[in-house]
């Protein structure tokens, strides 16, 4: 069966699950190994868990509050550390968030395979471009996808992502 396999941290623990109450320490490290249909690895990633937050989507961009182990949708402006929602994890809710690896995030307009990316004026979401130029540092497009429409699902890498601001701009 496909689907993520931790190698380290909580072992068995599904990392696209989402828990009604709190299972693990927030703050909670975990890696894992992505394996396909065929038994083959096929991406690995490092996710930390966490409380939800409201209207936290599969793929949201969250904020990561270090002083406390809190979430919160990332929006322009913000500094500091950032993670992408595995499953839609709501304020009531506990989860798992990506930091390292190949994720599935929101990022709105069209976007180039390995563009960079900014916080939006959109809460949870991430584009090529920002008003306030808050660039995500450690995240890149992973391919070439999204519409000018809509926020979409698109392939991203993550290394340990932050956010600052362009301070000149």
Same mark, same amino acid.
């Given at each position: 069966?496909?689907?993520?396999?931790?190698?380290?941290?909580?072992?068995?623990?599904?990392?696209?699950?989402?828990?009604?109450? *709190?299972?693990?320490?927030?703050?909670?490290?975990?890696?894992?190994? #992505?394996?396909?249909?065929?038994?083959?690895?096929?991406?690995?990633?490092?996710?930390?868990?966490?409380?939800?937050?409201?209207?936290?989507?599969?793929?949201?961009?969250? %904020?990561?509050?270090?002083?406390?182990?809190?979430?919160?949708?990332?929006?322009?402006?913000?500094?500091?550390?950032?993670?992408?929602?595995?499953?839609?994890?709501?304020?009531?809710?506990? &989860?798992?968030? *990506?930091?390292?690896?190949?994720?599935?995030?929101?990022?709105?307009?069209?976007?180039?395979?390995?563009? %960079?990316?900014? %916080?939006?004026?959109?809460?949870?979401?991430?584009?090529?471009? &920002?008003? &306030?130029?808050?660039?995500?540092?450690?995240?890149?497009?992973?391919?070439?996808?999204?519409?000018?429409? %809509?926020?979409?699902?698109?392939?991203?890498?993550?290394? #340990?992502?932050?956010?600052?601001?362009?301070?000149?701009?």
């Amino acid at each position: 069966m496909a689907g993520w396999k931790t190698i380290s941290g909580p072992l068995g623990t599904q990392i696209d699950q989402v828990d009604a109450a *709190q299972v693990f320490q927030p703050g909670t490290a975990a890696c894992a190994v #992505y394996v396909d249909s065929s038994d083959d690895v096929t991406l690995h990633g490092e996710f930390t868990y966490q409380k939800g937050v409201a209207s936290c989507a599969l793929g949201s961009w969250v %904020a990561i509050n270090p002083d406390n182990d809190t979430v919160s949708l990332l929006g322009d402006a913000f500094r500091g550390g950032v993670a992408v929602a595995t499953a839609a994890t709501i304020a009531s809710t506990w &989860g798992w968030f *990506q930091r390292t690896g190949k994720a599935d995030a929101l990022v709105e307009e069209s976007v180039g395979d390995n563009a %960079a990316l900014f %916080a939006t004026t959109s809460a949870g979401e991430a584009g090529p471009t &920002g008003s &306030g130029l808050t660039e995500i540092i450690g995240a890149v497009a992973a391919a070439a996808s999204g519409t000018s429409s %809509a926020p979409t699902i698109t392939h991203v890498e993550l290394s #340990y992502p932050v956010c600052c601001t362009n301070e000149a701009a």
